[in-house]
């Protein structure tokens, strides 16, 4: 089970993700978790993928991770419509490594940084096919070495790359900020 957690929205190559389900094995499915996927019914009925793709409400965000937990790997389908795009780091990214799914991931500047920094994943190129395909493929092929391995990777990226972790660094920025301001302040005159 694939899973693209996230709304539909320009800047994802949800088309070409279609095109890959249907040249992989019966047994792949992809879910589509988020907003506005209803919109690809025709294209999902037009490529006879109506029980392998299936479209899923969203849901709450504190649900996300746990939600998408049993899924067998991430699909971070962006691709570089704009500069924004270029160098996203999307919340489904950091959900898929929190879930601990391994990734298929676009090399766009940011996420190919922290992928390629823990490991957590194969490159694809969003836009073609058979990009997609070759990367499920090599997922799937994976010795039971490499795939514990992997696991491994994604849960030290898991805990590194958590919110708990990131909130301390705010704080800590937030303190030495305001520390060096109230330094900085002017005495008040008597």
Not at 60 to 85: G, H, K, Q, T, W
Not at 105 to 132: D, F, K, M, N, W
Request: net charge negative.
């Amino acid at each position: 089970l694939l899973v693209t957690i996230g709304n539909a929205k320009d800047g994802r190559a949800i088309e070409w993700a279609l095109d890959a389900m249907q040249t992989l094995p019966e047994h792949v499915h992809l879910a589509l978790l988020g907003r506005s996927y209803e919109r690809f019914a025709g294209e999902i009925a037009g490529r006879g993928l109506e029980e392998r793709v299936h479209v899923v409400p969203p849901v709450r965000p504190s649900e996300v991770v746990p939600f998408v937990r049993s899924a067998d790997a991430a699909l971070v389908l962006y691709y570089a419509l704009s500069v924004n795009i270029e160098y996203c780091l999307p919340n489904g990214f950091f959900q898929a490594i929190a879930a601990e799914l391994p990734l298929l991931y676009p090399e766009l500047t940011e996420i190919r940084r922290l992928s390629e920094t823990y490991g957590v994943g194969l490159p694809i190129v969003p836009q073609e096919a058979a990009s997609i395909e070759a990367g499920v493929l090599a997922l799937l092929s994976q010795s039971c070495d490499e795939q514990q391995a992997l696991r491994e990777r994604l849960a030290v990226a898991s805990d590194a790359l958590s919110w708990e972790r990131e909130e301390l660094t705010l704080r800590d920025m937030l303190n030495h900020l305001t520390r060096a301001r109230s330094d900085s302040a002017p005495a008040p005159a008597n």
